[in-house]
């Protein structure tokens, strides 16, 4: 299994190069992937599905209902004391409204405490939200909007990102870069004045995938072929084949 040799080869590596990774066909752990829902939980749910995945036979369901309170995610704390990069191969359901939602949140101590770094849309884009200070990445501009780009539905996509101890953020959809969702230390981007005005660097303590909705909107994603490391995975890295 997937998880296996996985697991076997973090173990022969320094903890801080990778730190988990899994195809769920062992199942899905409730202590390796506990559930995660800040606050209160009603109505969102985490199941394994085996009637769709990535690769093999199963993936991790969210039904994510509407509002904060029907927000449910699945994640680890296992991560990198330093840079961070997460591969994910992700399926929607239902298209990015102009709503504000989450997809994946992550516990930021840089921002102070029960604050996030979320990735999720708005505006049919993909975004980060700080939750601090309301951020965006990119700016919700015509410009910003334009430089981001919608989430594919009813497909498996793979999703990654790479978030750097100097404050760095890069993103990549199916291995290209989406130049809205990237910032870097000491670069000027015309799309993040709102991001880059402050000097927060983050400094996540946990990944949790799932859904989260600031609105009304409802959303059921599938997740498969998770990786958290300090080097990226790449989308043909540390899975099975389909």
């Known amino acids: 299994m997937f998880r296996k040799v996985a697991l076997l080869a973090l173990g022969l590596l320094p903890f801080s190069l990778a730190q988990v990774s899994d195809d769920f066909e062992s199942g899905l752990d409730a202590t ?3 559930t995660y829902a800040q606050d209160c939980s009603q ?23 509407g509002g904060y309170c029907g927000h449910i995610f699945f994640g680890t704390t296992k991560v990198p004391a330093g840079d961070v990069y997460v591969r994910v191969w992700l399926k929607a359901s239902k298209a990015l409204t102009d709503s504000h939602v989450s997809f994946i949140t992550m516990p930021d101590s840089a921002q102070g405490s029960n604050k996030h770094l979320r990735i999720g849309g708005q505006s049919k884009i993909l975004m980060y939200n700080r939750e601090s200070d309301d951020a965006t990445l990119p ?38 870069a989406i130049d809205g969702l990237t ?6 981007n015309s799309n993040a004045a709102q991001w880059q005005r402050s000097s927060v660097k983050p400094k996540i303590t946990g990944v949790y995938f799932g859904w989260e909705s600031y609105g009304g909107d409802v959303n059921t994603f599938w997740y498969d072929d998770v990786a958290v490391a300090s080097t990226r995975v790449g989308c043909s890295g540390g899975s099975t084949s389909p």
């Open 43 to 65: 109505g969102g749910k985490v199941t394994l599905d085996s009637s769709t995945a990535h690769s093999g036979k199963n993936s991790v369901r969210v039904d994510g209902a």
């Open 139 to 176: 700016d919700l501009s015509p410009q910003g909007i334009a430089a981001s780009t919608a989430l594919p539905t009813g497909a498996w996509q793979c999703f990654e990102y790479h978030l750097g101890t100097d404050g760095t953020i890069e993103t990549w959809l199916n291995e290209k």
């Open 183 to 188: 910032a870097k230390a000491g670069v000027a």
């Open 32 to 34: 390796t992937w506990p």
